[in-house]
C-alpha cells in the first residue's frame, strides 16, 4: 500500500542489495560514528554518497542513524557530521540526543528528523512536544501495547513507526545503564556488549542460566491491526544481521502488505513459512497484546540459530580430503547439514561463541554426524577453542542464500566528499536567577523510593528529600501527607523515566493533585513528563535520564523552561566540567545548576514486566562473580548493582570547582539508619567509601580508539 513503509536495515552494501531486491521501501543505516550499532559494518562517506544516488534513482528513501549521545568534546565532530548529511540530501537522520536536535533545529532545519526508539517516546505527550522542534516522525518503544499504539495514534499528527521483527532489549528503550556499568560500553553510545543476554548464577541455586534473554520480535500476523491502527512505517530490526536474513524478513513483510486487500489469512501463512529458516531465536510479541512470560526464555543463551545438539567428541586436523588448518567435529543431531553451511559454536559456560563454515559432512550411526570446519587458512593454525559439551547452532544455510543484484556498481566512481572542519557554534545558557538559587540551596538532596525511608532520613536533614516515584508511591504520599516529616516544601518528586500512553491520565491525575498539595517541585526524565506539567506552576529539572551530555542538550531542555539538571548516570568528570563551564565575570556559575549524583544504585535494566511471578530470586551473579539485585513488583522490575557507584569523597573537589548542589540516592535499596549516616558523615567530610563502583566518572566511555 502506497501509505505504509516498509523499512530494513543495511549494515553492509550486500544487506543493501538484499533490502532492495526483496522490495524495502526504505533502509536505514550508519556511517562511521555516532549510531547506535558501532560494531556493524557500516559505511564509509563515499560508499554512502555512491548508495544515496542510486536509491534515489529507484525512488526508494534512505535514513542515517545518528542516533547517540555525544559528549562535549565531540560537538565539532557531531556539527560536521550534520552540516555533511544536510548537503547530501538524505531523506531523514535517527536521532536520539537533544543536543543533535538542537543543532539541527538551528542550523539545518531541512533535514528531517526521526526521533529513535532510544529517546524512549512512548506518549502522545512526548511525540507532540517534539513536533514544535522539526521532528517528523518518532520511532515508538517497544514496550507499547496494542491498545498504547491506537491511543497516541489518535492524540498526535507526526508520523508513527514501529519495529515489527528482530531482536529485543530486556530493558525499556533507552534506558539500559548495564554494558556502561560493567566497562564503559554504553547502549547510549552504540557498543553495547548485551549484558542482558549472558549466563547468570541465581542466588541458593547450582544452575546457571539466562534469564534476562528475550526471544525475538514478531509481529506477521498484527500487521492488518497495525495498519488500521495508523502507524505509518513497519522497521525491521537488524543492522548486525546477514543479508540472507534481511532479504528474508523483508520478503515476508512485503508478501503480507501487498496482500493487505487480498487473501491476508493465506498471505500471512505463506510469510511465516518464509520466516521459518530465519535463523534466528524463539518468536514473541512481546507486550503488544498481552503481558506474559513468552518474550523471556531462560534457557536460550544469548546467541540466535537452530540448534543442533552438543559437541561429543573433537579433533584438530581431522582425516578428511584437504584438512588443512581444520577440526572434526562429532554432534549428536536431527537435523540436516550440507556442504557450506555457517555454524556456531558457544562455550558452555558462555565465555566465547565463533562461527565457522562447514567444509565437510559425514553422517553416522546413531544419529551421529562428523563435521569439518575451517579454523584457519594457515596450515600451521591448530587451535580449535571449544570442547566436549559446548552447543552447535547452524546459523545460515548455502541453499538459502540468494544472489542479489548490486544496487552500486562495484566499479562505481568513489565520491570525494566528505564532513569539513567546522566548529560547532558556541552555547551559551541563560544565567540561573538568584530567586531560583535560593530555591534551591547548595548542599546535599538525598533521594528515597520507600516513604518509610523519609524517617530515616529525618535523622539528618538534607536540603531536599527526592523520592523516585512509581504511582504507587505518588498515591501513598498523597494518601500520607499529614503524618510526613518533611514540609512539601522541601521535597522533590522525580517522575519515573517510563511513561506510557497507558498511564497518561492516572499520572496526569495525580500531578494535579500533588500540586493541589503543595508539591510543586517535579524532577522529569521522560519529554511526556515536560508536557504534562508545563503550563502548571510547578519547577521542573532535568533528570539524568534527559541524557545532557553537551551543551546543546541542555541548551533545547532550557527551551522547554528547566533551569536545574541532575547529571546522568554515566558521565565523566571530563565531560561533566565541559558540559557547565566554570564562573565567568559576576554572573552565577553554571555550574550553580547542576545537581551532581554522588552516590547511587544506578538501575541498569528496567524491565516494563513484574518478574516475581516468573522467578523467585532477588540476588545473582555473572560469571566473573559480579553481584547484583533483581527487585520486581506489579509495576515492573529492575536490576541494581550490588556494588554502589560513589564519588563520595570527590565532593570537596567538585565544590572546589564550583559544583555545589550533590544528590545521594538511596533509591535502590532499603535505608538503615546507620548506613545513613556513615554515608552522610563520608559525604560531609570528603572521605571514601570501602566497595564501590566509580561507574565511568574516571575513565570516561569506552572508545574504539
Known sequence: MDNIELLAPAGGMEALNAAVSEGADAVYLGLKSFNARIRAGNFAYSEFDAVLRAMHKQNKKIYVAVNTVFEQREADRMYQLLKYLCASGVDGIIVQDFGVLKMCSDYFPSIKIHASTQMNVSSAKAANLLSKFGVSRCVLSRELSYEDLKEIRARTNIELEIFVHGALCVSASGLCLFSSFLGGKSANRGMCTQGCRRLYAAEDTEDSKYYFSPNDLQLIEKIPNLVKAGINSFKIEGRMKSAEYTGAVVRAYRHVIDNLDGNICSAIEAAKQMLSLDFARTKTTFLFDKQSFDWLNPDQDGGTGIKLGSIEEYCINANAENAVGTAGILIRCRVKIHIGDSIRIHRADDSMRKSYKIKHVEQKHNGITQLIVEIGSDPEVTTFPFRTGDTCYIVQTKENSRRYAQLVPKDFIHSKRKPGFDQAPPIRYTPVNKVMLK??????????????????????????????????????????????????????????????????????????????AGYDHFIVNNLGHITMLQKTNATLIAGPYLYTFNRFSVSFLEKNNLQFFVTPHEFSRQNLERVFEAPRFKEPSEREAALVCVFSYPPLFRIQSNLSGFYDFSYFEDTRGESFRLATDDKGSIVYPQSPFSIIDKIPFLKQAGFKRFIIDFSGTTLKKHIYKTIIDAANKGTPIPGISRFNYKNGFFTQE
Open 439 to 516: 530555591e534551591f540551596p547548595a548542599g546535599i538532596y538525598v533521594a528515597v523510593s520507600n516513604l518509610n525511608d523519609m524517617y530515616v532520613v529525618q535523622s539528618i536533614k538534607p536540603q531536599f528529600l527526592i523520592i523516585n516515584g512509581s504511582i504507587r508511591t505518588l498515591e501513598k504520599l498523597l494518601a500520607a501527607k499529614k503524618a510526613i516529616p518533611f514540609k512539601t516544601s522541601e521535597i522533590i518528586i522525580s517522575l519515573d523515566p517510563f511513561f506510557p500512553e497507558s498511564v497518561n491520565s492516572s499520572l496526569s491525575g495525580i500531578a494535579e493533585k500533588l500540586l493541589d
